[in-house]
């Protein structure tokens, strides 16, 4: 017997699979973010923090923080049957930020997480994307004891463009960081669709 298509069903959809960077300053919740919505073990490339590197890691704020990222923390989430991203952290110390490069390549667009105790820490994310006109939006991880400030302030206090998104999330709770991530598709798309209309044809 030979079955009709609808009897053997739609074929398999072939999902779009989009790269999307983690980036801020260190101990701001990157791994964190990654390990809460992957899908998969996501992989580490952490090493203990050593005497060694206490001059160059700054570790103000984070005195906790015994280990780092040195290469990149990596994680995949299925957003729809048709849509699967694949998530890059990025090492937050300067000594490790010849690698973002190499990250941002091919990347739609990146997550700059924010703490608004060490709110400055982000600074260096910010302008590397700007420069490289790679849309991102803010998202500020919101620490337990850490002052809750309005998007808008946060805005102003990096003197974001009006159109860069800013959003509240908890890089813990797997539903936050998927609402931040779908945000992020949103913009970079828009961001496109405006380029695209802003070059002459």
Same mark, same amino acid.
Request: charged share 30%; glycine share 8%; aromatic share 8%.
């Given at each position: 017997?030979?079955?009709?298509? &609808? $009897?053997?069903?739609?074929?398999?959809?072939?999902?779009?699979?989009?790269?999307? !960077?983690?980036?801020?300053?260190?101990?701001?919740?990157?791994?964190?973010?990654?390990?809460?919505?992957?899908?998969?073990?996501? #992989?580490?490339?952490?090493?203990?923090?050593?005497?060694?590197?206490?001059?160059?890691?700054?570790?103000?704020?984070?005195?906790?923080?015994?280990?780092?990222?040195?290469?990149?923390? =990596?994680?995949?989430?299925?957003?729809?049957?048709?849509?699967? !991203?694949?998530?890059?952290?990025?090492?937050?110390?300067?000594?490790?930020?010849?690698?973002?490069?190499?990250?941002?390549?091919?990347?739609?667009?990146?997550?700059? #997480?924010?703490?608004?105790?060490? !709110? $400055?820490?982000?600074?260096?994310?910010?302008?590397?994307?700007?420069?490289?006109?790679?849309? =991102? #939006?803010?998202?500020?991880?919101?620490?337990?004891?850490?002052?809750?400030?309005?998007?808008?302030?946060?805005?102003?206090?990096?003197?974001?463009?009006?159109?860069?998104?800013?959003?509240?999330?908890?890089?813990?709770?797997?539903? &936050?960081?998927?609402?931040? #991530?779908?945000?992020?598709?949103?913009?970079?798309?828009?961001?496109?669709?405006?380029?695209?209309?802003?070059?002459?044809?």
């Amino acid at each position: 017997m030979i079955l009709g298509r &609808s $009897e053997r069903g739609k074929p398999p959809v072939e999902p779009v699979t989009l790269k999307i !960077l983690v980036a801020g300053g260190f101990g701001v919740g990157k791994t964190t973010l990654v390990g809460a919505v992957s899908e998969i073990r996501p #992989l580490r490339t952490e090493e203990l923090l050593t005497e060694a590197g206490r001059p160059v890691d700054d570790t103000s704020g984070v005195e906790g923080k015994h280990t780092t990222t040195v290469a990149m923390d =990596f994680g995949r989430i299925t957003v729809r049957e048709d849509l699967v !991203l694949y998530l890059f952290g990025t090492p937050g110390q300067e000594r490790f930020w010849f690698m973002w490069d190499e990250l941002s390549e091919g990347a739609l667009g990146a997550v700059v #997480l924010a703490d608004t105790r060490r !709110l $400055e820490d982000c600074f260096a994310a910010v302008d590397y994307f700007e420069r490289r006109s790679i849309p =991102f #939006l803010v998202a500020v991880n919101c620490f337990e004891g850490a002052a809750r400030y309005p998007a808008e302030s946060v805005r102003q206090a990096l003197d974001l463009d009006d159109d860069t998104p800013v959003l509240l999330c908890d890089a813990r709770d797997r539903e &936050s960081v998927k609402e931040v #991530l779908i945000g992020l598709v949103r913009h970079a798309m828009e961001y496109a669709a405006d380029h695209r209309q802003a070059v002459p044809g």
